[in-house]
């Protein structure tokens, strides 16, 4: 374990990366979340990249505040936000059986275009926007974008798939050269979620929604 600097107070998700906890910080007391990458000399990211991310500074993304390696682990720490994600409220929507305010749902989208603006002008692409990864704060109308850990400086070469497979665009499903507009398909899918409820993978087979996917 690499938590010097943070106690970890709970752990909220494991994955093939490594583990996500919920801490706070030892020094100001702050409550933070800090990922620890798992096997560093074997995964993708790159310090380089890693400091490109840490200049992202907008009101509507996840801050990463810090990062540090210890034991071949990567530890990557990021500002809490404290009101869930737009997974939990889709959850909570079915649950009731009643949809999500299509006001709260504009304030929410205008908040995330803002936010992937300016990191495409920063030449950062997300790769893998989805309900999950839109945090809520408190008050529940302010969203912030998080997870850039899988998202890469645009370069020459995006070839390699990333994301999660019901939010890919089309061009992302076909391996081919992509590009910031992958990120307005993948936002496309999140407002469509928002809306109705139910992923368009839903209402139709998966295969042949993917099929359409492909050749549209």
Known sequence: MVLQRYRAKQELGKGSFGTVYLTEGRRD???????????LRENNLK???????????????IEMCDFYTSNNQLCIVMDYADGGDLRNEIIKARGA??????????????????ALDYAHQEQVI????KPSNIFLMADGRTVKVGDFGISKV????LEKRVGTKRYM???VYNKQDYSNKADIWSLGCVLFELLT?????YEK????????????
Request: overall charge negative; proline content about 3%; glycine content about 0%.
């Open 29 to 39: 007391k702050k409550t933070y979340v800090v990922k620890v990458v798992d096997n």
């Open 47 to 61: 310090v380089q990249e890693i400091r490109v991310m840490m200049h992202l500074k907008h009101r509507n993304i």
């Open 97 to 114: 059986k009643q949809h999500i305010n299509e006001e709260i749902i504009t304030l929410w989208l205008i908040q995330v275009c803002e």
């Open 126 to 129: 997300h790769r893998d926007i």
């Open 154 to 157: 645009l370069d020459a070469e």
């Open 169 to 171: 665009a089309p061009e």
């Open 197 to 201: 409820l139910n992923h368009p993978t």
């Open 205 to 216: 087979d998966k295969r042949i929604w993917f099929e359409w996917v492909i050749t549209h």
